[in-house]
Nanobody
Framework: QVQLVESGGGLVQPGGSLRLSCAASGFTLDYYVIAWFRQAPGKEREGVSCIIGTDGRTYDADSVKGRFTISRDVAKNTVYLQMNSLKPEDTAVYYC????????????????????WGKGTLVTVSS
């Protein structure tokens, strides 16, 4: 059974940092695309960062490029999202998602490419 569990959210001041974790079970990271999405109140869900399981390539949305970094620990079957220089507009519920196949590899930041989702973790950036 595929399961994704996010952790690490919380309240942080503007300019601060947080690291989110996504613990995966029921599958190995090597064969999946793992992506972080976020959804702010009243807004659509947005793809943030992703990592391609087969070769470790990563992609970031323009809104977070240079500030967020996705990584993985294969031994722990866990994916991380290091978030630096946080802004109030980064406030959202952050979700971890997993997808397989050609569509997920070609469109890894498209929520419709993902098959499995975690329940999310709330990140609030406020002074």
């Amino acid at each position: 059974q595929v399961q994704l569990v996010e952790s690490g959210g919380g309240l942080v001041q503007p300019g601060g940092s947080l690291r989110l974790s996504c613990a995966a079970s029921g599958f190995t990271l090597d064969y999946y695309v793992i992506a972080w999405f976020r959804q702010a109140p009243g807004k659509e869900r947005e793809g943030v960062s992703c990592i391609i399981g087969t070769d470790g390539r990563t992609y970031d949305a323009d809104s977070v490029k240079g500030r967020f970094t996705i990584s993985r620990d294969v031994a722990k079957n866990t994916v991380y999202l290091q978030m630096n220089s946080l802004k109030p507009e980064d406030t959202a519920v952050y979700y971890c998602a997993a997808g397989q196949g050609v569509r997920a590899t070609m469109y890894p930041l498209d929520e419709y490419s993902m098959d499995n989702w975690g329940k999310g973790t709330l990140v609030t950036v406020s002074s």
